[in-house]
């Protein structure tokens, strides 16, 4: 008899969603989908508001990413005032920027993931968390801990706070960086690093237990898409927009993201309030593609710095084109944090960082501007149109969740297919429904409430309603 | 998170005996009380060595912060009770159980000193200092109960750092904490 299957909500993850798993007759799975149940808004209310205060009022949608909108937004306010910032300001932006990505990787590998990377998907619940990492390898625990706090020091010493910092601002930043605080930062640098390679170390070992979960985590081809720089590598403040396939062939390059609309379709879908962007020559869905640490490995032809160089080899002789396993976005992020960790450490050893002038000044010269960044998750774009007192009229932001919503859909259809079976629910299969979500780490509700202290709750229906099983976890 | 720290500790290195942590959500009415206390405290604190820090929500980092503390002293709203009810109430983090949270982001004072003692084997004396609020609505103001209460907990707090630590304070400059 065909049920419907529904996980609500998701543990684990940035922000409210559940899933819904449809079965047949012979209880196999066909279809999945991935419903994300919060309105965000913020394109709505910022409507009216002077466009000088949307870094700041935009980093409030996420307390995980706020550098991340904070860094967008003012790109898309330098390209209102029509400015070209100041070189030592870019560079103090690309720092920050960095730093947000090594605090959310950490948080996003060790505190969230860790517990089913460490105990295995099978294991007990109650033990399936950051305390249970604690009790089982200490040394893990620590180091997560330290190297998401890293990453937040940076920030606040740069910013001033670890949450919704206001530093950066049309222009440039508010104040330069002073000699006390890159030394500060820069005798952080070792240890960070030789957390992040032992890290490293231990997961290459550890994902050998995990290969049938590599082989079935959103395990499939797709296009791959990001910014990429003039030399190559992942453009993580800027460069142009880029598409490979899944044998790496380059299928667009030199991108402007200021052109988004010309090759970027959103589909709005009735289930849920994430859009799903769409690369538009190939059109909805077929020109799903994915987003984020993985993409960025894959779209490049190296990191561009001496260690991580060294990873990125190793990681892309996984497979001979793109690696397409999902399951790999845990270790993409692991060789991001180290990439982020030397890349801090070479614009910090520039003389120029410490210059003083950061800040260019302009009034209103365009009525639109758009910028776009590499998130932790992925690509983000901003883009606003203002009147001419400068007062935002329409606003549109593609987040990097949601670039990655079709391939997640899909990932979520392949596990469940691969895993859930029957009549009845089990734990562990449930997890690994969740932990492919997981492993693109989305972000969803752009908030830091509650995430992973709910329950779950998972009904087994027939088509006449009719409860067939049922799985509370508390 | 704003941190304030005094003495010989470098940036990676959180080496303060005595850690006050208010915390809540400052745009929320009454839930803001430990934000703001901790904020007055940090003023009153000058130069004495004590770090205080002002969060939304206890996360796993502070787990750090605690590593070498002697005491630690929690700031936070609470909803039990009746508005403007001021608790104090000694904690234990030994051991973590099953009634660990799952994750991650808004930890218990108590989950927190666990986290601390597993991960660092810290074993501070700690407080929870607790108002009640009325309401929790968007706003910066507090209720009549609650702003009433303000002084006696900055003077609790004050008074136990005298009694355990021997510390000296000034008198309380009301018009900064009313």
Known sequence: MARTIIIDPVTRLEGHAKITLQTNDRGEVESARFHVTQLRGFEKFCEGRPFYEMPTLMSRICGICPVSHLITSAKACDAILAVRIPPTAAKLRRILNLAQIIQSHALSFFYLSSPDLLLGMEADPAERNLFGVVRANPELGRGGVRLRQFGQQVIELLGEKRIHPGWVIPGGVSEALSAEKRDRILAMIPEALAITQNTLAWFKIRFESFREEVRTFANFPSLFMGLVTGNDRPGYYDGKIRFTDSTGRIVADNLDPANYPEFMGEEVEQATYVKSPYYKPMGYPNGMYRVGPLARLNLSKRCGTPLADQEWTEFRSLERGAVLSSFHYHYARLIEILHGIERIHALLDDPEILDTHVRASASLNNLEGIGASEAPRGTLIHHYRVNEQGLITWANLIIATGHNNLAMNRGILQVARHYVHGDKLTDGMLNRVEAVIRAFDPCLSCSTHAAGQMAIHVRLVNTAGELMDEVRRS | ?178
Do not use: K
């Not at chain 2, 609470?78 to 104090?88: H, I, K, L, N």
């Not at chain 2, 109430?89 to 000193?113: F, V, W």
């Open chain 2, 1 to 178: 998170m704003n941190r304030h720290e005094i003495g010989d500790c470098s940036a990676d290195t959180h080496c303060s005996s005595i850690v006050v942590i208010g915390y809540g959500n400052p745009l929320r009415s009454d839930d803001g009380i430990g934000w703001r206390i901790a904020g007055v405290l940090r003023g009153r604190f000058d130069s004495s060595g004590i770090e205080v820090i002002q969060c939304h929500e206890l996360t796993p980092e502070m787990a750090e912060n605690m590593r070498r503390a002697a005491l630690v002293i929690f700031i936070d709203a609470a909803t039990d009770g009746f508005p403007g009810e001021v608790r104090q109430r000694r904690l234990s983090g030994s051991g973590m159980n099953d009634s660990s949270p799952a994750l991650s982001h808004g930890l218990t004072p108590e989950a927190l000193l666990a986290l601390a003692a597993h991960l660092y084997g810290a074993s501070p004396d700690a407080h929870l200092f607790t108002v009640c609020g009325r309401s929790f609505c968007h706003g910066e103001n507090f209720s009549p109960e609650v702003a009433r209460a303000f002084p006696s907990v900055v003077a609790a707090i004050e008074g136990l750092l005298v009694e355990q630590q021997g510390l000296a304070f000034p008198p309380p400059e009301i018009s900064r904490i009313a």
